[in-house]
């Protein structure tokens, strides 16, 4: 008798597990976690990654059970994006040198499979128009947004907010990017049309973030395309489902919109302050129940931006505003603004991210905000961009150490200490006393962008923020030398004060190979006073050696090997007298050694 093997096939494991958890385990897999990377310059992550779009149809193609859970949870479709690759080039004509033969059109029907297929669920939204080639040629003067043969994208704007208008009432985020103006303007002008009848609107709306991605688009005076930077209208009318005649009786246009962002998109300011976010103006923070918690306005050239009391209506209308983001933007201030004692109060306040091309109106920006709450301050010149000279960003320290718009006035050239000795010398310690009051006491977390000033406004901000746990520099010189242990003005006592106590961590960027040594110096100087080791170290530097490094945006950064590497403090320090960085050391910064004996 012939003997044969028989072979059992058992179940995958996986494929036994109910099906709630299965389900469960693809949600899992198609939408990852958000980053919660503090780093404001990760600010343009989208809702979803693009496992977000492609995971579903994945997991649906791999046998009947998995294509039938895919297609029953709802969740897992609510990722819809349109981008480039979806408008498709055909060739209809015979000769192939010919653009004439050849027409494009939209392919929707992953759109449409997916807006199926989400059914009830709330939704994020993509539009995503940027072009890889494009060269940074700006829109054009003589072209209208409408016109085919110049903007052939933006003419698909209306087609896709065609298919995704009747699904508003589950819009949960909404992500326009373009490297040009004209797709954001057919956009905003879509969105800014009021509906005939009341309808829903979009109640579950949360993220609205519209991002002309260009970084020089606010170092300049004049809005381009030229012919193109007035917008009027109702912003986003269309979102709030209220009819025309009914826009101002609307109390909670967007309940639950949360999060916005304008990167060099430009709106009717007065408008948008009181139809968009009119549900919070005039109302007490105890019956503010929905409004903004995170708010950007960034890459705003001077002529579209809001004026002084249009940014502050702006502000107001925020109450419960937990980030602020603003870089190269803000207010316009015009002659004729002059500093008020009566600054917004945002009692919330967590995170402000500044990024300034004038000292002065960064100056008046924090002057007009009071957040007594702050955590975390990032503050970057932007200037650096497009403008090689470094503007002296000392009076903008002044102001957070102090909170003394007339010390401001009082800073001096860079590298010279005489103005704020001078102001020291003529005040007496009790005013000072009295009348000091930093505007962000609590501060937690600081980071400083290209921030260049001689030593001494740099002590003024550290000795004024005890609780800082988290330093991070990037080409911000003399900041470290502010955290030696200083003999504070006016003390009766000989004991040096160590700025910063709380110090948990440093992090510097681009920093050079002799800033190691002034860092081991600061340090054994802190430890030898008293002061409590700074555990974290994370030193990124910037070397000039092309056979070690590979270039990035113009800068020489180590490769990974090195980059990232945590220097332990101590690892590798030099002794006392091999220290070029301590007083008398064969370095001899006059700089440095001016301030240090002055604050010692």
Not at 122 to 143: A, H, K, M, Q, Y
Not at 203 to 210: A, V
Not at 516 to 524: I, S
Request: charge should be negative; include cysteine; glycine fraction near 4%.
């Amino acid at each position: 008798m012939m003997s044969m093997n028989y072979q059992i096939h058992h179940p995958c494991h996986i494929n036994v597990l109910p099906v709630e958890i299965l389900s469960y385990i693809f949600t899992l897999a198609t939408h990852d976690t958000v980053s919660t990377n503090n780093d404001y310059k990760r600010r343009y992550e989208v809702p979803f990654t693009h496992d977000s779009v492609t995971m579903p149809t994945v997991l649906a193609s791999v046998h009947r059970h998995w294509r039938n859970i895919a297609l029953s949870t709802s969740t897992l479709w609510s990722s819809l994006v349109m981008s480039l690759g979806q408008v498709v080039r055909v060739k209809v004509g015979s000769d192939a040198h010919d653009e004439r033969a050849y027409t494009t059109f939209l392919d929707v029907q992953r759109l449409a499979a997916h807006i199926a297929r989400s059914r009830n669920s709330s939704v994020d939204i993509l539009i995503d128009t940027r072009d890889p080639e494009w060269d940074f040629e700006d829109d054009g003067e003589e072209c209208s947004t409408h016109d085919e043969t110049c903007f052939p994208y933006a003419t698909y704007i209306p087609q896709i907010l065609d298919l995704l208008f009747p699904q508003m009432y589950r819009w949960r985020s909404l992500t326009i990017l373009s490297d040009t103006w004209a797709p954001l303007r057919v956009a905003l002008e879509r969105l800014s049309v009021p509906t005939l009848t009341k309808g829903s609107g979009a109640p579950r709306l949360e993220t609205l973030m519209f991002m002309r991605c260009n970084e020089f688009l606010g170092h300049s005076d004049a809005f381009s395309p030229r012919t193109q930077h007035i917008f009027d209208g109702i912003p986003f009318a269309a979102l709030t489902g209220a009819p025309l005649h009914d826009l101002s009786a609307q109390s909670h246009p967007l309940p639950k919109l949360q999060n916005l962002t304008l990167v060099g998109v430009h709106l009717n300011w007065t408008h948008f302050s009181r139809y968009t976010l009119g549900a919070a103006l005039n109302k007490s923070l105890s019956h503010v129940s929905g409004c903004i918690q995170s708010l950007e306005l960034s890459q705003h050239c001077r002529e579209v931006r809001p004026t002084f009391d249009e940014f502050t209506g702006i502000l107001k209308a925020c109450p419960l505003l937990r980030k602020l983001v603003i870089r190269v933007s803000g207010p316009r201030f015009d002659a004729g603004v002059q500093h008020s004692d009566h600054s917004v109060s945002l009692p919330l306040l967590e995170e402000i991210h500044l990024g300034y091309t004038n000292v002065e109106d960064a100056v008046m920006i924090f002057s007009h905000i009071d957040a007594p709450n702050l955590i975390t301050l990032s503050i970057e010149d932007a200037n650096h961009i497009v403008i090689p000279n470094d503007e002296d960003s000392g009076p903008l320290l002044a102001y957070l150490a102090t909170g003394f718009l007339d010390l401001c006035d009082a800073s001096t050239e860079r590298g010279s200490n005489h103005g704020l000795y001078s102001y020291y010398s003529a005040t007496s310690k009790d005013s000072v006393t009295k009348t000091v009051k930093t505007p962000f006491p609590h501060l937690e977390r600081l980071s400083l962008d290209s921030v260049i000033a001689c030593m001494i406004p740099f002590s003024l901000l550290m000795a004024a923020i005890p609780k800082l746990r988290h330093l991070s520099l990037c080409r911000t010189p003399n900041a470290l030398a502010a955290l030696l242990p200083i003999q504070t003005p006016f003390a009766d006592a000989c004991t040096r004060t160590i700025p910063c106590r709380a110090l948990e961590s440093i992090e510097m960027f681009c920093a050079e190979e002799q800033s190691k040594h002034v860092l081991d110096f600061v340090l054994r100087e802190r430890e030898q006073n008293g002061a409590p080791r700074v555990c974290n170290i994370d030193i990124h530097l910037e070397v000039c050696s092309a056979d070690a490094c590979e270039e990035i945006g113009g800068y020489q950064i180590v490769e990974d090997d090195v980059v990232g590497n945590q220097t332990a403090y101590g690892a590798g320090c030099v002794s006392d007298e091999e220290d070029p960085f301590a007083p008398g050391g064969v370095f001899n910064d006059p700089d440095f050694d001016e301030a240090y004996h002055f604050l010692s």
